[in-house]
């Protein structure tokens, strides 16, 4: 089965979040087992510039007003997934964020510079780039891939069929109508109501409204954004698509988060002997200027700063953590008011609080070994990663019981800690009393260590590998392209040569 999986970030290449890590790590469990994933990308700076093995298979004729653009193919570095990178200079290749410039506005023409990523997934997909590779399905992700069922809509058969896939339904793509003839799309699929949203053009909508199948990344949240608290204005939309609905739990990239082979570590740890932790917290509270105390708990958060985190609770509730006497560490980037208030926080809870603005990927890595604590409460969060990765490092979550993180963490109470299946704490209300009252429980535990070491080292036990999602995605494919079980042979990698065709 060949599959091109089309999305905007994928781990090392590029990377804001969580669908960067689910864009390296479920591809190549697919590789794993037997199935031809390849990996479609906007080719921005530090993409080529890490992109393995690359060469240019294709030049694109002009489209939506851009020229020059070229198809550039290569791997995924340190795994055998092959990957297309669009190298169109005048959309991709600028200094700034992937979404955003440097000054934190996104970019003006992101309706183009996505549209632009679906039209050439859907040039590739219909076999018009002159490859010998065609894909069976086209899984495409959030809002930036979310015209490409659309215009594979459009195609005539034999198409592939279409997955989409939400990571977030707070992330729409939405865009003034006048749009449409920029980014391609005929605009009587607005006046048909199939991308409309609140008057607006909604990238988001289309990919929920014209692909075969659509998924979200847990099942919690797949329940919860069938109701309007949750569904930003599209849960009508998902309740009407009924059993072509599905929430599939994320996994992690095992290889990649694991205590006991973390390059970026100074000491490694495993579940049979996790003395190792204990150099890691004093090295991180040394690295952030905090005192090298292995007694005091050491809480970490490492995340976007914004209002979906409940990074506001969490500026809030730092006066009470330092005043017992715990430490708290924060890696992140985001909201530019609340940046500068934990910035504040540091220099008003000197040896208390450590804040790093910015984005650091192997501090990240660190933060989690060295911590005891990880907080991750959300508003709403559709799986969440950094839990999940806080468990393998027997670093015990805080969460809220919504989305992806209701359906990972286990919440540490009388009955869970006698029948060993605590795995963190979990909360109710998305208050700051609420969040309050789980870090109290959370370092009253604390200082229990035998407790605690028990409750680590069911935190490490858990298995939230692509094993178990990566079969269910497989079997999606399926159902949808109607392709029978695989005979255990693998796709062979297509040799294309470099050509010059036309689009
Ligand atoms: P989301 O995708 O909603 O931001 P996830 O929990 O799914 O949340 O994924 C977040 C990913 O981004 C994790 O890999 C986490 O380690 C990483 N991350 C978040 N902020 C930073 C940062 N400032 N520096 C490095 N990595 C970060
Ligand atoms: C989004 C969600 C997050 C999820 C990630 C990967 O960024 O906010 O909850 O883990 O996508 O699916």
Redesign the pocket.
Known sequence: MRLLFVTSEAYPLA?T???A?VSRALPIALKRRGIDARLLLPGYPGALEHIENPRILAELAPMLGISGATLVSGRLPATNVPVFLIDAPSLFRRDGGIYQSGNGQDWPDNALRFAFLSHVGAKLAMGRLGLTWRPDIVHANDWHAGLLPLLLSLEPAPRPKTIFTAH?MAFQGNFPPGILPTAGVPEDCFRCGQIELYGQASFLKAGLCYSDRVTTVSPTYAREILTPEFGFGLDGLLRERGDDFVGILNGIDDASWDPAADIHLPRSFRLGDISGKRVCKAALQRELGLPVSPKAPLIGF???IAHQKMADAILAVLPWLAERGAQFVL???GDRELEAEFAQAQERHPGCVAVRI????A??HRLQAGSDILLAPARFEP????QL?ALRYGTLPIVRRTGGLADTVVDANARTIADRTATGFVFDDASLEALTAALERALALYTKPLTWRCLQLQAMVQDFSWDISADRYISLYRDVAGIAPADGTVDPIATDVQRHVAI
Do not use: I, W
């Open positions: 990377k979040g969580g669908l890590d977030n490492v995340s976007r890696l992140g980037e910015g984005y650091d990927e501090l990240a799986c969440g990663l950094t990765y």
